[in-house]
C-alpha cells in the first residue's frame, strides 16, 4: 500500500538529512583526520558494496537501510577506531539481512573483518527455541566472540547507541523491550569496558523511553532546580581554573550538567527526594601528572568546603575497567553540592573510552596489567570459565549479576586488594580469593573482629575467612551472595550433591521395588539391565537411580521392566523403605502434617521433589487408587538424625509475659522456635499461639509439650 504523501514527502526530507550527516562523504572527513588514504579507499569500497546488498530495504523511518550502518561507523570514527572496525561496522548486518555468507565477506575483505561481521550477528533459531533463549543464545555468542576480539561489542555498542537514537520510530512495545535490554545488558557492558560516555548515552535514551512521562518531569525538575545553569558552570569554572593557575598547576576544568539517568537511579538506591538531592552538577580537572591531582585537590578544598564523608581515591585503588580519579563534593555556589573529579590526561582518555581509548597504539602484549583491554580480557575469561554446564539462560543471568558498576575495595591479611560489588559478604570475598576456600568457610574475622558470613562488607576493611574441613555450601548463601562467580559455585556444588543423593535413594527405592516382585538385585548388573536402560534411553544405571530418586520415574514401574513379562509378577513381601533423615535435597517433608520420627508415614513420588513424606493420618495422604503407584511405605530407619519441625497449637491466658515464659521452656527443653502466630483475639481474656519448633522425635516434642502444659498461665496444647 502506497504511503500518504505528506509521510512520502517527510521520508524524503528525512533521508536528505540523514545522508548529509550519514553518508560516505561525511565519513570520510572523519577517517582523513587519522586514517591514510590507501585505508580510507577500502572502507568506501566496503560502502559501495554494502550499499548495494542493502538495496531496496528501508528502515522503519523510512530511509535506506544502508544509512544505519554509516551512522555506526561514524560513531566509531569518531572514537578513532581503524579502518578494519570501520568495514565490519558498515558491513555488520549483511550476514544477517541480505543472505551473504561469512565466507564470501572474508573474500572480499579478510578473515578479521568476517569475524567482526559475524560476531555481530544474532544466533539464527532453531525450532522450538523460545525468544529468551534465542536472546540468550545471540548475547552468549557476542561474548565469545569479544574472547576473540573486542573490536565485535565497540560495533556492537555504536549498533545500539545509533537504534536508540532513532528508537522513535519503533512501536512502544518494541521500544520498551528494547530500552529495558539496553539497561540490563548493553549499559552495563559499557560501563565494565569504561566506555563513559556510550553509557551515559544509551541510559539516558533507554530511560526517555522506557519512562516517557517519568524522564520529561526530572527533566523540566532540574532545570527548575539549577536555574541558569550555563552561568552557574561558567563561574565554578573561571574560579577554579584562577585558583589552579595562582598554585602553578596547568589544568583544564569542564563543567557540567550530571545526566537525567544518575539522578533518578541516586534517588531510587538512597530513597530520596528530588530536592534532597543536591549534586546536580560536575566538573572534572584534567591535569599533566599524577602529583597534579592531589596538589589540585587541595586548591578544590580551598576554594570551596568538602563533603567530608563523600570523598573517594580511585587513582591509588582503580575500579575494575580500569577507571582512575579522584571524586570529591564540596559545597558550591548558593549553597548547591557540586561533584569534582580529578584525572591525568591519560586518566581522562581511559575514563571516556575504556577498551577503545589506545586501540590505535595496537597495546597487544605490551599492555600492562592494569590496561582495559588486559581487564576486560580477564573478565571475559573468568565469565566462560565459570559457565561449565550451565544452560544459557543462567549463563546471561550470570553475567547481568557480574555487570555491577558499585565496588568496595576489601583486603586479604595479606594486605592485597579485592575488588567486589558493593552489598558483598564474607562468601564473596571467599568465593574471589579461591573456590575451596569458599565451599570450606564457615565464620570470617573483619578487622579482627568475628562476623557471620551474611554481614555486609565495606571499603578498606581486612577480611580472614575461617574454615572448616567438614564445611560445605549452604542453599542459604545464594540469599545474599552479590558476586556471579560464588552464586554458580554454590549452585553447582547443590546440583552434584542433589544428584549424589538422588542416585542413592533412586537405587534404595528400585532394590525394595525388585525384592517387592522377589526379582534377584543381580538382573540390574545383567543383560535384563542393559536391555531395561535402552527401552528408557539411559546410558547407564546411575542415571536410571538419578531419574527414580528425583522423582521422574517410579520405582514400581521401572521394577516390572526387570520381569520376563508384565503376566509373571509375583506377590512378594512389602518391605517399606527406612528413612535416615540424611537425605537432603531428594527427600521433603509435607507441610500440611509435619511428620517427625515417631510418626505412621507414607510417602509420595513427586516429579521433580524426589519423594514427600506425609503422616499416614494426613488427609493430603490418602491414596487415590488411580495413583496408587505414587505412594510407597515408610518407617522411621533406628539412626534417624537431624532436627524435624513439629507445629503446636498454645491457648492460654491473656496476660502479660505469656510468650516469653512458653519460649522460655522451649528453650529449656533444647529446642528452637522456628515461627510464632498470634490468632486475632475474640476475647481479651485468651490468647491463641501457634509455635513452630524443631524436635529429634516424637519424645522429644512430648517433652516440650509436658513442660508448657505446667505454666500456670497455658490451658490447652496440641500437635496441629
Given at each position: 500500500m502506497e504511503l500518504p504523501v505528506i509521510q512520502r514527502i517527510g521520508a524524503v526530507i528525512r533521508t536528505q538529512r540523514v545522508q548529509r550527516e550519514f553518508g560516505i562523504d561525511a565519513l570520510e572527513r572523519l577517517m582523513e583526520q587519522y586514517l591514510p588514504a590507501d585505508q580510507i579507499g577500502e572502507v568506501r569500497r566496503a560502502y559501495e558494496y554494502g550499499k548495494r546488498l542493502h538495496e531496496g530495504q528501508h528502515r522503519t523511518?523510512?530511509?535506506?537501510?544502508?544509512?544505519?550502518?554509516?551512522?555506526?561507523?561514524?560513531?566509531?570514527?569518531?572514537?578513532?577506531?581503524?579502518?578494519?572496525?570501520?568495514?565490519?561496522?558498515?558491513?555488520?548486518?549483511?550476514?544477517?539481512?541480505?543472505g551473504v555468507t561469512k565466507e564470501e565477506v572474508g573474500k572480499e575483505f579478510g578473515g578479521d573483518v568476517a569475524d567482526l561481521v559475524d560476531g555481530v550477528?544474532?544466533?539464527?533459531?532453531?525450532?522450538?527455541?523460545?525468544?529468551?533463549?534465542?536472546?540468550?543464545?545471540?548475547?552468549r555468542k557476542l561474548l565469545l566472540a569479544m574472547t576473540q576480539d573486542l573490536r565485535v561489542i565497540l560495533v556492537k555498542l555504536a549498533d545500539r547507541l545509533h537504534n536508540m537514537r532513532t528508537l522513535e520510530h519503533m512501536e512502544m512495545s518494541k521500544r520498551r523491550r528494547t530500552a529495558n535490554e539496553t539497561l540490563d545488558i548493553y549499559a552495563p557492558i559499557a560501563q565494565r569496558l569504561g566506555i563513559h560516555f556510550i553509557r551515559v548515552e544509551l541510559e539516558d535514551l533507554a530511560f526517555r523511553n522506557l519512562y516517557p512521562r517519568r524522564y520529561e518531569v526530572f527533566a523540566r525538575a532540574v532545570k527548575d532546580q539549577i536555574g541558569?545553569?550555563?552561568?552557574?558552570?561558567?563561574?565554578?569554572?573561571?574560579?577554579?581554573?584562577?585558583?589552579?593557575?595562582?598554585?602553578?598547576?596547568?589544568?583544564?576544568?569542564?563543567?557540567?550538567?550530571?545526566?537525567?539517568?544518575?539522578?533518578?537511579?541516586?534517588?531510587?538506591?538512597?530513597?530520596?527526594?528530588f530536592l534532597d538531592v543536591m549534586d546536580l552538577l560536575g566538573f572534572r580537572i584534567v591535569v599533566s601528572k599524577v602529583d597534579d591531582c592531589y596538589r589540585a585537590l587541595g586548591v578544590v578544598h580551598h576554594v570551596y568546603r568538602p563533603v567530608s564523608e563523600m570523598f573517594n581515591d580511585y587513582i591509588a585503588n582503580s575500579k575494575s575497567n580500569g577507571y582512575q580519579s579522584l571524586h570529591t563534593?564540596?559545597?558550591?555556589?548558593?549553597?548547591?553540592?557540586?561533584?569534582?573529579?580529578?584525572?591525568?590526561?591519560?586518566?581522562?582518555?581511559?575514563?571516556?573510552?575504556?577498551?577503545a581509548a589506545h586501540w590505535q597504539y595496537k597495546l597487544g602484549g605490551k599492555a600492562g596489567s592494569s590496561a582495559p583491554q588486559v581487564r576486560a580480557r580477564d573478565w571475559l575469561k573468568q565469565l566462560f570459565e565459570m559457565q561449565g554446564g550451565a544452560g544459557v539462560l543462567d549463563f546471561v543471568e550470570n553475567v547481568k549479576v557480574d555487570l555491577f558498576p558499585d565496588e568496595v575495595y576489601v583486603f586479604t591479611p595479606k594486605g592485597e586488594i579485592r575488588r567486589l560489588p558493593r552489598g558483598s559478604s564474607p562468601v564473596d570475598f571467599a568465593y574471589a580469593v579461591h573456590t575451596e576456600l569458599g565451599d570450606r568457610c564457615v565464620a570470617a574475622r573483619v578487622d579482627q573482629h568475628l562476623e557471620p558470613l551474611n554481614a555486609i562488607l565495606g571499603n578498606g576493611q581486612t577480611v580472614e575467612i575461617i574454615t572448616a574441613s567438614h564445611a560445605r555450601p549452604n542453599a542459604a548463601w545464594l540469599n545474599f551472595v552479590k558476586t556471579a562467580k560464588a552464586r554458580h559455585c554454590i549452585r553447582n556444588f547443590l546440583k552434584n550433591q542433589r544428584a549424589d543423593e538422588a542416585i542413592r535413594l533412586g537405587r534404595r527405592l528400585l532394590e525394595k521395588s525388585l525384592r517387592e516382585l522377589k526379582v534377584p538385585l543381580a538382573a540390574l548388573k545383567d543383560a535384563t539391565g542393559q536391555a531395561v536402560l535402552a527401552s528408557f534411553g539411559l546410558k547407564d544405571m546411575e542415571a536410571l537411580y538419578a531419574s527414580i530418586g528425583l522423582g521422574q520415574r517410579l520405582a514400581p514401574l521401572v521394577a516390572r521392566h526387570f520381569l520376563p513379562t508384565d503376566s509373571q509378577r509375583l506377590a512378594g513381601e512389602t518391605v517399606p523403605l527406612a528413612v535416615e533423615?540424611?537425605?537432603?535435597?531428594?527427600?521433603?517433608?509435607?507441610?500440611?502434617?509435619?511428620?517427625?520420627?515417631?510418626?505412621?508415614?507414607?510417602?509420595?513420588?513427586?516429579?521433580?521433589?524426589?519423594?514427600?513424606?506425609?503422616?499416614?493420618?494426613?488427609?493430603?495422604?490418602?491414596?487415590?487408587?488411580?495413583?496408587?503407584?505414587?505412594?510407597?511405605?515408610?518407617?522411621?530407619?533406628?539412626?534417624?538424625?537431624?532436627?524435624?519441625?513439629?507445629?503446636?497449637?498454645?491457648?492460654?491466658?491473656n496476660?502479660?509475659?505469656?510468650?516469653?515464659?512458653?519460649?522460655?521452656?522451649?528453650?529449656?527443653?533444647?529446642?528452637?522456635?522456628?515461627?510464632v502466630q498470634m490468632a486475632e483475639r475474640v476475647d481479651t481474656q485468651t490468647s491463641d499461639m501457634r509455635f513452630v519448633v524443631t524436635v529429634r522425635n516424637r519424645t522429644h516434642l512430648a517433652r516440650i509439650m509436658r513442660r508448657i502444659r505446667r505454666l500456670p498461665t497455658v490451658a490447652k496444647v496440641t500437635r496441629v
Open positions: 523511518s523510512g530511509e535506506p537501510y544502508i544509512y544505519h550502518p554509516m551512522a555506526v561507523a561514524k560513531i566509531l570514527a569518531e572514537m578513532r577506531l581503524d579502518h578494519t572496525t570501520l568495514i565490519a561496522a558498515i558491513l555488520h548486518d549483511v550476514i544477517e539481512d541480505t550477528s544474532k544466533f539464527q533459531r532453531v525450532e522450538g527455541m523460545s525468544r529468551a533463549e534465542l536472546q540468550a543464545e545471540s548475547f541558569d545553569a550555563k552561568s552557574i558552570i561558567h563561574d565554578v569554572e573561571q574560579k577554579l581554573s584562577r585558583a589552579l593557575r595562582d598554585e602553578g598547576i596547568g589544568a583544564t576544568v569542564i563543567g557540567r550538567q550530571k545526566n537525567l539517568y544518575s539522578i533518578y537511579q541516586k534517588m531510587r538506591r538512597r530513597k530520596l527526594k563534593t564540596c559545597a558550591g555556589p548558593q549553597g548547591r553540592k557540586i561533584e569534582v573529579q580529578i584525572r591525568t590526561r591519560e586518566m581522562h582518555h581511559i575514563a571516556e573510552s575504556g577498551v533423615g540424611t537425605e537432603g535435597l531428594v527427600v521433603d517433608y509435607a507441610k500440611c502434617c509435619r511428620p517427625i520420627p515417631g510418626d505412621d508415614i507414607r510417602g509420595h513420588v513427586s516429579v521433580g521433589r524426589g519423594i514427600v513424606i506425609h503422616r499416614v493420618d494426613c488427609k493430603h495422604a490418602q491414596p487415590r487408587k488411580t495413583a496408587a503407584d505414587e505412594w510407597i511405605s515408610l518407617v522411621w530407619a533406628e539412626n534417624v538424625q537431624g532436627d524435624f519441625v513439629a507445629e503446636l497449637r498454645v491457648k492460654g491466658e496476660r502479660r509475659g505469656v510468650l516469653a515464659s512458653i519460649a522460655g521452656e522451649i528453650a529449656a527443653a533444647e529446642s528452637s522456635i522456628e515461627n
